[in-house]
Nanobody
Framework: VQLVESGGRLVQAGDSLRLSCAAS????????MGWFRQVPGNDREFVGA????????LFADSVKGRFAISSDSAKNTVYLQMNSLQPDDTAVYYC?????????????????????WGQGTQVTVSA
């Protein structure tokens, strides 16, 4: 399984940015996908997740109303749309996949429930 994030860059406060996560080696529709972020010295923080069928999403309170997640099964890609970005959103953003069946298990916000991880993409928001 390989997850490859892209789209991270330097933006200004108030800008929007869309991250992509291209997945290979897993049947995309069968697995929940999550987005996490991490700054140096801190634990990895849950951002949001999308169900295998793309119908359900879950978000951290800190990004609710500003961020959205979508998926394109034809491209095996998950997107994280980030709006109204703030300096506190600066972090390395990671895509993750839950290897368990999305039909049986619910969306998770705990990083321990995710088995596959991308290499991360840096998002920097300047004030």
């Amino acid at each position: 399984v390989q997850l490859v994030e892209s789209g991270g860059r330097l933006v200004q406060a108030g800008d929007s940015l869309r991250l992509s996560c291209a997945a290979s080696g897993l049947f995309f529709n069968s697995h929940h996908m999550g987005w996490f972020r991490q700054v140096p010295g801190n634990d990895r923080e849950f951002v949001g997740a999308i169900s295998g069928n793309g119908r359900d999403t879950l978000f951290a309170d800190s990004v609710k109303g500003r961020f959205a997640i979508s998926s394109d099964s034809a491209k095996n890609t998950v997107y994280l749309q980030m709006n109204s970005l703030q300096p506190d959103d600066t972090a390395v953003y990671y895509c993750a996949a839950d290897r368990r069946s999305a039909v049986i298990y619910p969306l998770q916000s705990d990083s321990k429930e995710y088995d596959y991880w991308g290499q991360g993409t840096q998002v920097t928001v300047s004030a």
